[in-house]
């Protein structure tokens, strides 16, 4: 694990990127970040997470580091024992974590409640929709950092991922006061979805389809996704949230609901 920092004394804001090996944008982000850094009014930390996992280009190396917060220090698990380390160094932080996905191409935000930190922060970021996870967040980094803002920034591995996740830095720090460099206008109409369970797949198959769009309803009979041309249909109306054909093993994403807009 990588830490860097911006600013003199002891930082109470830190963004995160490379939790996952084969999502590279948040480690390319922050070194844009850093390569031309903006002045700040406070001390900011930059954390490049799983450097071993980015090296061999996997998601982990023995189990999903977004799964076992808050993680054990004295595992023989390299991940479990990461997980500690990142869960004291993010202790009292405001975080933003920087990920990517195989199932939209723009930029959504993910949070464990709308609180008055992302009431403030998400609507002055580049963002299409917020996704509230409460009650989802067993293991994940949420678990141990609940005021962090997850910020899915593209498609993996790919330049417009990594160049959104070094423009959603700057916004977030903008949106904090630490910089003062431009933020959009305030998006007063952002979305907010709750997520909900799972939508299996057969993780046998050898093809799979999905028909339907990320955040656009779905309505109860509707054909969802198909597993060796076996279709799935809605039981019910729902919104998909990171649904795709390839980015999940057993999951072909998750079912939302629309709540509300965050204002």
Known sequence: MRVEQLGEGEPDIAVVGGIHGDEPCGRNGIEAVLSDPPAVSQPVKFIVVNERALAAGERYLELDLNRVFPGDPGSDVYEMRLAAELA?????????SLHSTQSYDGMFALVDEITDLAREVCPRLSVDAVVRTK????GRL???????????CGYQGSPEAAANAEQVIREFLAALDVTDEPSPVRNESLPVFQLGGPIPKDAAADEYEVFVQNFQEVAAGDPIAAAD?????????????????????DVFGYMGSHVGTLD
């Open 88 to 96: 004291e160094e993010l202790q009292g932080c405001t975080v933003l």
């Open 135 to 138: 009650g989802n967040n067993e």
């Open 229 to 249: 041309g076996e279709t799935i249909y809605a039981d019910e109306t729902f919104h998909p949230v990171l649904l795709s054909a390839e980015g999940y093993r």
């Open 142 to 152: 949420f678990s141990v950092a609940p005021s962090a803002i997850e910020i899915e």
